[in-house]
T-cell receptor, first 114, second 111 residues
Framework: AQSVTQLGSHVSVSEGALVLLRCNYS??????LFWYVQYPNQGLQLLLK??????LVKGINGFEAEFKKSETSFHLTKPSAHMSDAAEYFC????????????FGTGTRLLVSP | DTAVSQTPKYLVTQMGNDKSIKCEQN?????MYWYKQDSKKFLKIMFS???????INETVPNRFSPKSPDKAHLNLHINSLELGDSAVYFC??????????FGQGTRLTVV
């Protein structure tokens, strides 16, 4: 079975500060990993994905994440937070074969203060 | 051109009623899903279809019945609605080895 743990239900940063959202996964097979963002009353939008190519993955809006197999982690970072980054962020894992479901973490609410 | 579209966006109904949510994707994907997001934002898969065939049914009450008339459509019918069914329901589609694309969600409120 696969699972994802997101540490911290809420993360607060100041505008311009580093954003770090943590994600650890559990998977018995090589995983695919994803970060999605959800703005209020909207659907989920893909930020970036790891599909067994480069371990450092760059996404939209200046976000990036690094796949670390030894640490079973896929933390999301952004060097400088913007007010528009305030949203709910979800890490997800799936198997890397076939038509597999995405299993989501519990989400992290990012709060950005001026 | 919306990739995954759901209707309606909002649905308010009384306990005991039957309602349906429709979903269509124009991405040519073979796999479609229904997810439920509860009040704490937790996303849990309900069903997965691959090319009109049910693949995953995650211990969902049988009051919920998905139907896939073709691989571009996956509808969700709910019988005898209960207060606890209030949530946001997301449809998604996925091609093999790719990410899932989500619809805008249907906020169901049972009163």
């Amino acid at each position: 079975a696969q699972s994802v743990t997101q540490l911290g239900s809420h993360v607060s940063v100041s505008e311009g500060a580093l954003v770090l959202l943590r994600c650890n996964y559990s998977s018995s097979v090589p995983p695919y990993l994803f970060w999605y963002v959800q703005y209020p009353n909207q659907g989920l939008q893909l930020l970036l994905k790891y599909t067994s190519a480069a371990t450092l993955v760059k996404g939209i809006n200046g976000f990036e994440a690094e796949f670390k197999k030894s640490e079973t982690s896929f933390h999301l970072t952004k060097p400088s937070a913007h007010m528009s980054d305030a949203a709910e962020y979800f890490c997800a894992v799936s198997r890397n074969t076939g038509f597999q479901k995405l299993v989501f973490g519990t989400g992290t609410r990012l709060l950005v203060s001026p | 051109d919306t990739a995954v579209s759901q209707t309606p966006k909002y649905l308010v109904t009384q306990m005991g009623n039957d309602k349906s949510i429709k979903c269509e994707q124009n991405l040519g994907h073979d796999t479609m899903y229904w997810y439920k997001q509860d009040s704490k934002k937790f996303l849990k898969i309900m069903f997965s279809y691959n090319n009109k065939e049910l693949i995953i049914n995650e211990t969902v009450p049988n009051r919920f019945s998905p139907k896939s008339p073709d691989k571009a459509h996956l509808n969700l019918h709910i019988n005898s609605l209960e207060l606890g069914d209030s949530a946001v329901y997301f449809c998604a589609s996925r091609g093999e080895g790719t990410e899932a694309f989500f619809g805008q969600g249907t906020r169901l409120t049972v009163v």
